[in-house]
């Protein structure tokens, strides 16, 4: 199991984290211990959670950022970036403030293909959260 993108929840007490080369997603509590949250989840990497308590993604395999609807269901945040495909996006942060995540690819080439293959920065404003 190789972990990534660790993330509590403080108002119901569990964690989340990524297993990339399992391509699994984990919660674990205290009550239930360790169970699967998501699989296959894209190899995803970096987590975090918006304003509204969603969880934001990035998805290395798929070469998305992503966003859990509270009924479970995945919206595509951002995939491209002037008309070429994100390579590997890997870590991301809330910025509360401004409503705005920041996110960063690697600099490693990713299973999708046809991405950047240099380190980079994004800021994505999220629909309805405001914009820096």
Same mark, same amino acid.
């Given at each position: 199991?190789?972990?990534? $993108?660790?993330?509590?929840?403080?108002?119901?007490?569990?964690?989340?984290?990524?297993?990339?080369?399992?391509?699994q997603m984990h919660r674990w509590d205290a009550e239930q211990g360790l169970r699967?949250?998501?699989?296959?989840?894209?190899? =995803?990497? $970096?987590? =975090?959670?918006? #304003?509204? $308590? #969603?969880?934001?993604? !990035? &998805?290395? =395999?798929?070469?998305?950022?992503?966003?859990? &609807?509270?009924?479970?269901?995945?919206?595509?945040? =951002?995939?491209?970036?002037?008309? #070429?495909?994100?390579?590997?996006?890997?870590?991301?942060?809330?910025?509360?403030?401004?409503?705005? !995540?920041?996110?960063? #690819?690697?600099?490693?080439? $990713?299973?999708?293909?046809?991405?950047e293959e240099r380190s980079h920065f994004w800021a994505l404003s999220l629909p309805?959260?405001?914009?820096?």
């Amino acid at each position: 199991m190789f972990t990534e $993108g660790a993330l509590g929840h403080s108002e119901q007490s569990y964690l989340l984290f990524s297993d990339i080369i399992g391509n699994q997603m984990h919660r674990w509590d205290a009550e239930q211990g360790l169970r699967s949250f998501r699989q296959p989840s894209q190899m =995803a990497n $970096g987590n =975090a959670w918006d #304003r509204e $308590g #969603r969880l934001l993604t !990035c &998805e290395h =395999a798929s070469s998305r950022v992503t966003r859990t &609807e509270p009924d479970g269901s995945i919206t595509v945040l =951002a995939s491209h970036f002037e008309g #070429r495909a994100l390579n590997s996006p890997n870590d991301i942060v809330q910025l509360f403030a401004i409503g705005t !995540c920041k996110l960063n #690819r690697d600099g490693r080439s $990713g299973p999708a293909g046809g991405g950047e293959e240099r380190s980079h920065f994004w800021a994505l404003s999220l629909p309805g959260q405001g914009s820096a």
